[in-house]
Structures are given as structure tokens and as C-alpha cells.
């Protein structure tokens, strides 16, 4: 399939290594795409769903053990260490290859290697980048053939350079004690084995949209974040875009794919979709920030989606979906918690198990259906609000950059930075709790920088600086906000609505962007002043509006001696416009006192 004689000789050599009985090139056509569905359905690894219920989808099932991403188990590997940084695992390359190396050794014995050629980005944008991802894996095939730009067109934009990242896949054993996800920024290469989970193996997302293309993004001087793209369009027509990073799981989909409330939708305002996860961000000719959605499908978190939550993803899945790790009834549907109606009588839950409503474990707790992270992977262009500029080669234009988190307490629900570098700062500190997509306690505050603290490829600290140094080159960046949809009361009740009405914060936002937006100042930064933000149709009571926007300077000066201790990690690394942030915040909490 290609005269790319870089190309040939490394996957000659992998091939050499893996020792696969046969090697497939895949072409993006759709008769090798049905014929893979068909071979992969004889051999078990994935299940056709009921054809009048889920046309087009089908269902697979991960290992118990591979779940996730395994973070302790993803490495950045440079020749220098603190080149990888603090917050990130690291290996010496020659070692990781070694290590890896004997994982491969045979792995593909029995097996086909599948060659991927892909792209992230549409072909011919200056944003594009290519790769090719050799695995053994047909899921994986199915689901790069939904997220990614993959077959021969690919080939021919390549050409005969050997520009392109090289990504190898093998499901190995699926023992987790065999398993590692490598990547050699300095390489511009990825290896993962031991693992059948899409965070892990679909290495045209975070490994090469976020790990690698951060490090490149550096090197090139753009961005590559861990952030959902979409636009707000006004009743006069005007489309405002916004780039924001979330943590995954903290309703990055739904804000993605928001239905504005009723009020907001009789007076004509509508939410365009560009993207859900990933934003490549480069300044524009015009001297303003432009962002493109690399991909091509949304690879979401089934539990929790449904018609309150998020109609338009439900309404995208429902045909050409591939579900993983959700229950699967004996008549071909899915179904999964926190999804639409009630649970089926019984299925087959996400361990391959057994399944009735009212399951409880040894201790006592419910055994749910479907993994807390069971996924969803559905092209984007089935989304009913997909914006007709979604694959525009010059991306979107922003007009604010918004970082968030799930904090209970401390952040208000909205506010605005003082400027570029002091939004940088409130980017590097976002927190948010533990979620079933990471490994850990859930329930735990972990800080996330730009919810970045897994996908960065290299030191934070210089990601923190490209970060200033970047905005140093804009004649007119965008402004910089923080949201918390998930603020609480004594009770522990959500203060917010969250959902479609989180639109309603939105629009202050770029009313502020534009020079509007009424807001008053403090500490932290500015939030919107009383009646600034469209409660129109809300039944909150002055009291709880009051207590969303509060802004406890005594909770904040604790809050920043965690900051302090997060930023001594990063030592003398650390930008000082970093620190002269952390002092001027203090300075401003002890003066300010308690604000509102």
C-alpha cells in the first residue's frame, strides 16, 4: 500500500519482533471495515447488538484487570529525566525499549498485525499530524476507524517522509505485571502492551493527541489541550467559541453537547459541538487563538448518559456505536446505571457475569451492570449539533478559555481572571475529585493542572512556561475563566442546576469576553455582580445565588498552602511568574478579607 521506504523498513522490523502470521494494511474502505466486523464477531471479540435497537453497534467486553488507564503504568521516556518532570512516570528509553521489547518478543504469534495509517486533524490543515499504529488488536481497528481519519488517503498525504509517529499495539497476555504504555516524545514514537483498554491503546488520543503532541506543540509553538470545543450561537447569529478543560468525568461531554434551557432557547440562543476531549490551539494569522478538534468520534462515559443528562449523545450513539464494559441482555440491547429506564429483568453484566437488579456484594454494596467507566466510541458526525465547522482546517476562533473542576466547597461558580498570566495560574491549580476513569480513591481531591496532569509529555513546570510564554506572543488572547458546577450546601446538595443551565454562565462569560458582563471584584478574581447572569425561569433563592458566588478568604488561604506545596515539587524549574501569582493572591486574600 505504500513506496514509503521509512515506512516499510519499521514495520519490517516490529513485524520481525512480534512475529504476527500475517500483516493487513487497513484502507478505510468500508468493505475491509465489514469484513473485520465479521471476523472479529466469529472470534468472539466483539458482539452485533439487536439491529432495530442499535443499528450498526456492537458490544465488547475489556479484561477485569484493564479497565482504565493505568497511570502508574504510562511512562514518558527521555533521555534526561527532569525532562519528564515530577508528576510525570519516567524510564530511560534505552530501558523502556528493553523492557517493552520482551513483551513484544512473540506476541503476535497466531495473530494478524493490523497497520493503521491515521491522522489527527483534517488532511491539509497546518494543525494535522499523522501517525501509524501497528496492533493486533480488531477493536482497536474498529474504534481508530471512528476516532481517527484512517486508510490509504493518509498514505498519499504522507508521501515519502518519515515524519509520522510510530505506534506500536499488542494486547499481549493482557497481564497487568506484563503491561506498559511508553512514549518517546523525542522519538516521536508510542509503545503499548499488555492492555485492550482505549486509553491505553487507541494511540491516536491522549498518547499522541495530548502526550506527544504536547511536546511537539512546545517545540512548534502551539498547544495541544485536554479540552472540549464548542460554540454559542446569540439570537443576532453571532458564534462564540470556547475551549475548556475538565477532568474526565466532570460532564466534559454534556457540556459539549448542552441543550440550552427553554428561556434561553425561545429567546434563539443554540450550542454548536466542535469537540469533546481534545484541542490543538494555534495563533492565527489574524493574531487570535484558533482550535481544532483532532478527532473524528467521541469516546465517552456510558453511566449517567441519558435523555436529562445529555439528549444529543444519546441520540449519537444510537446507531454505528461500539460499546465497551456496559451490560449486554440476552436480546442484544445495553443498558448501563444512571442511563434510560428502569434495568432489564437480567444480562450479562461488564465482568461477562450474571446479572439481576438488586446484586449486592460480600459487604453489602451494589454490583452494578456496567463498569463505572464503560465506554462509548460513536463517529462525530452523527451528533444532531455538530458544528458545521467541526472539521474546518483553520479550526475556530476563541473567545475564552475556561478551566473547571468538582469541588464541593472553596471555588464559586464562576469567575474571571485579572489577565493572561494570572489565568495561567488558575489553570495550574485546578483540583478536582477522583473519578472512576483514573486509578485511585475516588472521592479524593487530586490537583490537575489544565486537566493535564496525565496527558502532559513533559516537565509541568515547562508546560507552565510555554503556557506565559505563548500568551506573551498574542495581541489579543482570550480571556481566562474558572467554573464549579458542583458546589454544595451544608446538606450536601448541588447549589446549580448544572446542565443545560450551566448556558447561562457561558453567555456572562462572553459577555465578559466582549467587554460586557456586569462583575464585581475579588481576591480571586471577578465574579458576576448580583442579576448579572439570566436566572430567568430558576427557582434559586437569593441566599443560594449569594452563597454560589461566595468567595471564603480564610478557606482560600488554606486552599493555597496546598497550592504552595504542589508548585515545590517543580523546584527552581518552576516559572517565578508562577510564585509572583501564589504572593500576590495571598497578599490580596489577607487585605480582602471574606468578599462576595
Not at 471512528?146 to 498514505?155: F, K, Q, S, V, W
Not at 459541538?273 to 484558533?290: K, M, N, P, Q, Y
Not at 517543580?570 to 486574600?589: S, W
Request: proline share 7%.
Amino acid at each position: 500500500m505504500t513506496r514509503n521506504k521509512a515506512l516499510q523498513k519499521w514495520v519490517s522490523e516490529m513485524a520481525e519482533l512480534c512475529q504476527p502470521d500475517r500483516i493487513v494494511w487497513i484502507d478505510g474502505s468500508e468493505e475491509q471495515k465489514r469484513a473485520l466486523e465479521r471476523e472479529a464477531m466469529a472470534s468472539g471479540e466483539i458482539i452485533k447488538l439487536d439491529e432495530e435497537k442499535w443499528p450498526g453497534c456492537f458490544y465488547h467486553r475489556t479484561a477485569t484487570n484493564d479497565v482504565a488507564r493505568t497511570e502508574h503504568l504510562t511512562y514518558i521516556c527521555t533521555s534526561k529525566k527532569e525532562d519528564a518532570g515530577p508528576t510525570n512516570n519516567w524510564m530511560e528509553p534505552a530501558e523502556a525499549y528493553r523492557q517493552a521489547g520482551a513483551y513484544f518478543k512473540g506476541a503476535m504469534r497466531g495473530r494478524t498485525m493490523y497497520v493503521i495509517p491515521f491522522a489527527m486533524g483534517p488532511l491539509g490543515s497546518p494543525f494535522t499530524k499523522i501517525g501509524i499504529e501497528l496492533t493486533d488488536s480488531i477493536y482497536v481497528v474498529l474504534n481508530m476507524l471512528i476516532m481517527t481519519r484512517a486508510g490509504e488517503d493518509i498514505l498519499e498525504q504522507l508521501g515519502d517522509s518519515d515524519n509520522f509517529t510510530r505506534g506500536l499495539h499488542s494486547k499481549g497476555d493482557l497481564d497487568i505485571e506484563k503491561r506498559l504504555i511508553l512514549h518517546f516524545p523525542e522519538d516521536n514514537t508510542i509503545w503499548s502492551v499488555g492492555s485492550g483498554y482505549g486509553g491505553n491503546v487507541l494511540l491516536g488520543k491522549k498518547c499522541l493527541s495530548l502526550r506527544i503532541a504536547s511536546w511537539l506543540g512546545r517545540q512548534e509553538g502551539w498547544l495541544a489541550e485536554h479540552m472540549l470545543i464548542m460554540g454559542v450561537e446569540n439570537p443576532e447569529g453571532r458564534i462564540d467559541y470556547i475551549a475548556a478543560a475538565f477532568p474526565s468525568a466532570c460532564g466534559k461531554t454534556n457540556l459539549a453537547m448542552l441543550i440550552p434551557p427553554e428561556p434561553l432557547q425561545k429567546q434563539g440562543y443554540k450550542v454548536w459541538t466542535v469537540g469533546d476531549d481534545i484541542a490543538w490551539i494555534r495563533r492565527g494569522e489574524d493574531g487570535r487563538l484558533w482550535a481544532l478538534n483532532p478527532e473524528t468520534g467521541f469516546f465517552g462515559v456510558a453511566p449517567g448518559t441519558n435523555s436529562k443528562t445529555n439528549p444529543n449523545a444519546l441520540a449519537t450513539i444510537r446507531q454505528n456505536t461500539i460499546f465497551t464494559n456496559v451490560l449486554l441482555t440476552h436480546d442484544g440491547d445495553v443498558w448501563w446505571e444512571g442511563g434510560e429506564g428502569e434495568p432489564p429483568a437480567e444480562g450479562i453484566a461488564w465482568d461477562g457475569r450474571p446479572w439481576k437488579p438488586g446484586m449486592v456484594d460480600e459487604g453489602g454494596k451494589p454490583i452494578p451492570g456496567a463498569h463505572p467507566n464503560s465506554r462509548f466510541t460513536a463517529p462525530i458526525k452523527q451528533c444532531p449539533i455538530i458544528s458545521p465547522e467541526w472539521d474546518n482546517p483553520k479550526g475556530v476562533p476563541l473567545t475564552a478559555i475556561v478551566f473547571g473542576g468538582r469541588r464541593s466547597r472553596l471555588a464559586p461558580l464562576v469567575y474571571e481572571a485579572f489577565s493572561w498570566q494570572h489565568g495561567v495560574y488558575v489553570g495550574a491549580t485546578m483540583a478536582s475529585e477522583i473519578t472512576a476513569a483514573q486509578y485511585g480513591k475516588q472521592g479524593q481531591v487530586r490537583r490537575d493542572p489544565m486537566a493535564m496532569l496525565p496527558f502532559c509529555g513533559y516537565n509541568m513546570a515547562d508546560y507552565f512556561r510555554h503556557w506565559l510564554e505563548f500568551g506573551k506572543t498574542l495581541p489579543h488572547p482570550p480571556k481566562i475563566f474558572h467554573v464549579n458546577w458542583f458546589r454544595k450546601d451544608e446538606d450536601g446538595s448541588f447549589l446549580w442546576p448544572g446542565y443545560g443551565d450551566n448556558l447561562r454562565v457561558l453567555n456572562w462569560i462572553i459577555e465578559r469576553a466582549h467587554g460586557g458582563g456586569a462583575a464585581v471584584e475579588t481576591p480571586i478574581g471577578y465574579v458576576p455582580a448580583p442579576g448579572a447572569i439570566d436566572m430567568s425561569g430558576l427557582d434559586i433563592s437569593e441566599d443560594t445565588v449569594k452563597k454560589l458566588f461566595e468567595v471564603d478568604a480564610r478557606d482560600w488561604l488554606e486552599e493555597l498552602e496546598d497550592h504552595r506545596r504542589f508548585f515545590e515539587q517543580f523546584g527552581d524549574r518552576l516559572p517565578p511568574e508562577i510564585m509572583e501569582e501564589y504572593h500576590a493572591l495571598k497578599e490580596r486574600l489577607s487585605q480582602g478579607g471574606a468578599a462576595e
